[in-house]
């Protein structure tokens, strides 16, 4: 009998199509650090990795890679705090709010400059 595979941590891809929006939106609004690029040539589409604690994103403007206007949930633990320094960065195409979930969670939800919805989720 074969051993079950045991997948590591899954890492989204989601499209980007401005590279300075979507650095903009990453790490100046939410936080996250720029880890590495690739290209295959210059004036070939970006491939990129972001991170956040410990969430990876892949940032791809090859076509065909992923559909913009996805939908991402992340799990996080203070919230509140987090929503205090993303309003405390006037990022001035975002103005979160705190929503109250039917599901018995705190989210915040906001949404990148390719159209990929997050939403941050903090379990009551």
């Known amino acids: 009998m074969q051993p079950s595979p045991s997948p590591g941590p899954v ?14 939106f990453y790490l100046d609004f939410l936080g996250f650090t720029w880890d590495w690029e690739h290209r295959f040539a210059p004036d070939l589409p970006l491939y990129a990795q972001v991170s956040l604690g410990g969430t990876a994103l892949h940032l791809s403007q090859h076509h065909g890679d992923a559909t913009p206007g996805s939908g991402l949930l992340f799990m996080i633990q203070g919230i509140e705090g987090f929503h205090a320094a993303l309003i405390g960065r006037r990022y001035g195409f975002a103005r979160p709010a705190l929503e109250d979930a039917p599901w018995g969670a705190r989210i915040l939800r906001v949404q990148d400059p390719a159209g990929n919805r997050l939403t941050f989720n903090e379990p009551r």
């Open 11 to 24: 890492i989204p891809i989601l499209r980007m199509f401005d590279i300075p929006a979507t650095r903009g």
